[in-house]
C-alpha cells in the first residue's frame, strides 16, 4: 500500500508545484497570466491535485478517479505542449494508477 500512496502523493504534488510554476513563476514568458487563465487552470489542475492529496492520505481510490477525470481534458492538452507542462499528462495518469493499485490491494487483502 505504500508504494501506491507515494504515487499518489507524488502525482498530487507534483501538480501542485507545476502549477504554481505556470501561475507565478513561468519560464516561458515573462507576462503575467491572465486571471481567467488563472482561475480555469486553478480549478482544473490545482484543485484536482487537492482532491488526489486527499484520496491518497485517506485511501480512497473513488477520489483519485474524481481527480484523474477532472484533469483529464486539460492534461491532454497540456501533454501535447512542447514545455515542462506536459508533466500534466503525467500526473493525471498518475492518479488512475494510483486508483487502480488502490483497489487491486484492497481485494488481495480480502482474499
Known sequence: MKLTILIGLLASTGS???????????PYTHERVEND??????????IPACVA?????????????IAF????????YTAMTPSM???F????FMYL???ILMIRKRRSQQR
Open 89 to 92: 499528462g503525467l500526473t493525471s
Open 69 to 76: 477525470l477532472w484533469s483529464l481534458p486539460i492534461s491532454l
Open 85 to 87: 507542462f506536459k508533466m
Open 16 to 26: 501542485m508545484i507545476l502549477w504554481i510554476i505556470f501561475a507565478l513563476f513561468n
Open 53 to 65: 492529496l486527499l484520496g491518497s492520505v485517506i485511501k480512497r481510490p473513488s477520489l483519485m478517479f
Open 37 to 46: 487563465v488563472l482561475f480555469i487552470t486553478l480549478i482544473t489542475l490545482f
Open 97 to 99: 494508477i494510483s486508483g
